[in-house]
């Protein structure tokens, strides 16, 4: 015995029994939190064994690296690389609680984001997270403490070679067994679980950064011709305007509101005997409402600003990352911009910083005239949500603002108090929480009644300001508020089970398109976010025709049903495919065989649209096609500070800018 743990501890002091002990444990932590805390749906057999062993080729890979050190620092270079991907594994299980998603290269750059979300991410971390750093620290303390010794001698450039050819006939063979279960894993690599699921965490990190770099690639290489493809498709995709209703809101303002985090399940949904969102409900039997309910939020890492990007300009968010971060110097055809030839002012209300989402920069692409954010109210500290000013005070706030604005006027309200984490003063709370035991879950249903009561005061004031019978009021959910990993807590909430197809059921938002003198209505109609910008343009009297604009008017009879999801998947009346699986719609079965190749056809056309959304924003290929009677933006026209800021408006920019009004 005595013999066993001494030849035992002898391998320990070579680097390279040091070495396969780091790459065993984190092999093994890999595996276990890839297992633990991903929802990565594992059915089978061959992909319980893919799971378990894509981290062992990256683990070689990557701890590798340290063998082109010399000495001593060969383990100080294992220890970064093995602590940094810790860090990696940890970052990813924090950002998927929420997200349900995996971070991306691009979502890393959105830096100017963090130091607004620390509630989130406060509200996100779990004491047993430190459990992913302890082997970092046996680690180091079996260096520091000389348990292990440090080995001068250095592998032969063969051996080191040998072993990375090993890491990646290792991973190799992950790709092509993962091929034989998913064929076309990485060029059709729309969903990212996907991804981990098959080649695991590292893996996935080396092919988002393939695919960002790819991306970015895209606007250099992108000439005029790349137009070409994308003008055929919108054109032939272009759905008419029903003559019932083009025009009827011609001549009118515009007011959009955007219901943070609020889900389709919410409407008539009844807590300890009182209805959650009283007024919500209410407008769906007003007499001028059309009330959709099998309307879908599309969005993807972006969320709210996926939500803007999608409405303002009929084009998907990115696949990684947020447009509105990576693409705010584009040229794009957005609705402030159509508008504006026909006379209209545009404007956005945010009671948050500017930079957040870069709205600041990437507005002035849109063409919007006037952005009052957090600068132009006042922030009273009792009245501040986790992400900026509640909903009630902000209203208030905006509202002589929004009276100052030249009408006829584009507007846009991003509301705040119902957003993760959902946190809520008790004294302004008018509903008790849910009882599930999930805290967010339970506390969901709280900011939803205020941002209910908070929406019915300013309806109110938009009657005593004598904009509302004038004015086209849409409201929809931009984005889930409760995701995948409370299905549990949901179960409870809903009285059934959330099954995948339940799960996709779930992603419906409200929408609500309010038009003076219209009739109203429920609607069926299955549509998504992207269907939003031409719908409202041709009830503005303006053709979308000439426009390349990847939705469909709700209401035309030509309306495109099909709603894809930015992971590939998509909803449609007949037949939905969710996680690489066909159901029927009407029943939520999986769907027979015969119907396949129906499905496919569904499959394709919707990756097909993401496809070329993603060409268009990634190529910038706006630059090259201007619809007739569509003057291009141009950015220097707008400044966004409030007038008594320093760097104050030009003269010619003051014109443009709403002065703030008095407290009178």
Known sequence: MNTLLQKSHGIFNKYIGFFFLAVFLLWMKTY?????????????????????????????LFLGLAFFFKGRRKYI????????????????????????????????????????????????????????????????????????????????????????????????????????????????????????????????????????????????????????????????????????????????????????????????????????????????????????????HQTAQGKTADAEFIIDNSLYGLPQGSAFTTKG???????????????????????????????????????????FDASYYDLKPEEMADYGLHDKPFFEQSIPYL?????????KFIT???????????????????????????????????????????????????????SVIVMYGDHYGISKNHNRAMEQVLGKEVTPFESAGLQRVPLFIRVPGMEGGVNHEFGGQIDLMPTLMHLLGVDTKDYLQFGTDLLSEQHDDLVP??????????????????????TGELLEEERFEEAEKLQDSAEQKLALSDKVVNGDLLRFYTPENFEPVDRSEYDYKPDDSEGANTEAESEKTVEEPSNE
């Open 565 to 586: 999801f930015r992971n590939g998947d998509f909803m449609s009346p007949t037949i939905s495919s969710i996680d690489g699986k066909f159901y029927d719609s009407t």
């Open 403 to 411: 009276e100052s604005l030249p009408q006829p006027f584009y507007s």
């Open 32 to 60: 276990i939190t890839q297992m633990t805390q991903f929802n990565l749906g594992i059915e089978s057999a061959l992909q319980q064994f893919l799971l378990f062993i894509n981290p062992l080729g990256s683990s070689l």
């Open 329 to 371: 110097m584009n040229t794009y055809h957005s609705a402030p911009g159509i508008l504006k030839d026909k006379g209209y002012t545009s404007a956005v209300f945010h009671g948050n910083s500017g930079s957040f989402w870069n709205r600041n920069e990437i507005y002035k692409s849109f063409g919007f005239d006037h952005f």
């Open 77 to 296: 270079a294992l220890m970064v690389i093995y602590f940094l991907l810790s860090f990696l594994l940890f970052a990813n299980v924090v950002y998927y609680r929420f997200f349900n998603d995996f971070i991306t290269l691009p979502t890393l750059t959105q830096t100017q984001n963090f130091g607004d979300v620390s509630g989130s991410i406060s509200a996100l971390l779990n004491p047993a997270d430190f459990l992913l750093f302890v082997d970092v620290l046996v680690l180091i303390g079996l260096l520091v403490f000389k348990v292990v010794k440090i080995e001068a001698k250095d592998m032969s450039r063969r051996r080191v070679a040998a072993l990375i050819y090993v890491s990646l006939a290792v991973s190799f063979a992950n790709l092509g067994l993962a091929e034989t279960d998913r064929p076309e894993l990485l060029t059709r690599g729309f969903d990212r679980n996907y991804i981990v699921k098959y080649l695991g965490m590292y893996n996935y990190t080396i092919y988002d950064a393939v695919q960002s770099t790819k991306a970015s690639a895209q606007r250099v290489l992108a000439d005029s011709s790349d137009t070409t493809e994308v003008i055929n498709f919108t054109k032939s995709n272009y759905a008419e305007p029903n003559s019932e209703y083009f025009g009827k809101a011609e001549g009118m303002n515009v007011i959009y509101v955007h219901l943070e985090s609020i889900q389709t399940f919410l409407m008539d949904y009844k807590l300890h005997g009182e209805e959650v969102t009283p007024f919500l409900n209410s407008l769906t039997r007003e007499e001028n409402t059309l009330y959709f309910d099998n309307f879908f």
């Open 416 to 470: 705040v108090s119902h957003h993760y984490p959902f946190q809520l003063d008790q004294e302004m709370a008018t509903i008790e929480p849910h009882t599930t035991g999930d805290k967010s879950v339970d506390n969901y249903f709280q900011t939803a009644r205020y941002a209910d009561e908070a929406l019915k005061e300013f309806f109110e004031q938009l009657k005593a300001s004598g904009l509302y019978e004038n």
